[in-house]
Each structure stands twice: as structure tokens, then as C-alpha cells.
């Protein structure tokens, strides 16, 4: 007897078709994955960045008042130190001497303090710049994984953001 041919070549072509159109709607799936991650890694970059940039205006500021209060400082101590010649000649000015010496340990204070505020600020900017530069770094690779089609780039990627959120949370003081 003879044996009864089925034509397989349809049947693998139709087997290939499926495979294609599955792994486009995986592929498909994931393409929008990617591309939602990487907005979101965008958001948070840019809201790092406003971070960022809020606590460096806010270091400059107060370096320039703690500038402002050390230019004041050195007044009075001119100031003091022109009565402590006065007072060579005359007692009457004594009082004025202290006073200036009292307002000069006051000013001096809030110029230490200011220069403190204005190091912290500096310290929490450096917290946000991290985050950017990760999130930059992780669009980066996230861009490439979808051009290239590497899932384990945008897995790095993941990662990178993740090392982002969590520089973003520790300068948020979370």
C-alpha cells in the first residue's frame, strides 16, 4: 500500500506564522513594558533634577547671606576695635566696645549657621545628581535593550532605576 503524503510544508509554515505572531504580541508586550519604564525613569529624573537644582540655588543663597553675615562680623569688629582705641583716651566708650563684641559672637553665629545650611544643601544635591545619573544611565541602556532587543540590558536598566529611586528617597530624607 502507499503510503498517504499529508503536506507538511503548510503546516510548518503555519506553525512559523503562529510563533511570529506570538512572540510579536510578546515582543509587542514587552516593547510597551520598556517603553513605560523608560517614561517613568524619565519622570523620575526630572523630578530629581528639580530636587537637584532647588537645593544648589538654596546652598548658593545661603553661602552668599553667610558672606553677607561674615562682612557684617568683621564691621563690628572694626567698629570694636576703633572704641578699644577711643577708649585709651576716655572710659565713656567701653560700653559700646562690649556691645559690638556681643553682636559680633551673635553675627558670627548665624554666619556658621548659614555656611552649615548651606553644606547640608550641597549634601542633599549631591543625593539627586546620583539619582539623575542613574536614571540617565538606565534610559540609556533602556533605549538600547529595545533597539537591540536585549531583554537583559533593560533588566540592567531596571536595576540602574531602581539604584536611582532609592538615591531620589534617601535625598527626600525617606
Known amino acids: ?7 507538511t510544508e503548510h503546516l510548518h509554515e503555519a506553525i512559523h506564522e ?7 504580541g510578546k515582543e509587542q508586550k514587552w516593547s510597551m513594558l520598556v517603553a513605560i ?7 523620575l529624573a526630572a523630578i530629581s533634577s528639580l530636587f537637584a537644582g532647588h537645593n544648589s540655588n538654596e546652598a548658593v543663597i545661603n553661602q552668599i ?3 553677607d553675615q561674615w562682612a557684617f562680623y568683621q564691621a563690628k569688629g572694626i567698629k570694636a576695635e576703633i572704641k578699644a582705641i577711643k577708649i585709651g583716651n576716655a572710659s565713656t566708650d567701653t560700653a559700646e566696645y562690649n556691645r559690638y563684641k556681643k553682636e559680633q559672637a551673635t553675627i558670627k553665629e ?3 549657621a548659614l555656611q552649615a545650611a548651606s ?3 550641597l549634601e542633599i544635591e549631591k543625593k539627586f545628581a546620583k539619582a539623575v545619573t542613574f536614571f540617565q544611565i538606565a534610559i540609556a541602556i533602556s533605549a ?3 533597539l537591540t532587543k536585549r531583554k537583559f540590558l533593560w533588566v540592567i536598566s531596571l536595576f540602574l532605576g531602581a539604584s536611582g529611586l532609592l538615591f531620589l528617597l534617601e ?3 525617606i
Open 37 to 43: 519604564s523608560t517614561a517613568l525613569m524619565a519622570v
Open 1 to 7: 500500500m502507499d503510503e498517504i503524503e499529508v503536506p
Open 144 to 146: 538600547i535593550s529595545i
Open 171 to 173: 535625598g527626600i530624607g
Open 65 to 67: 547671606k553667610a558672606s
Open 119 to 121: 553644606k547640608a544643601h
Open 18 to 24: 503562529q510563533v511570529h505572531h506570538a512572540s510579536n
Open 110 to 112: 548665624a554666619a556658621e
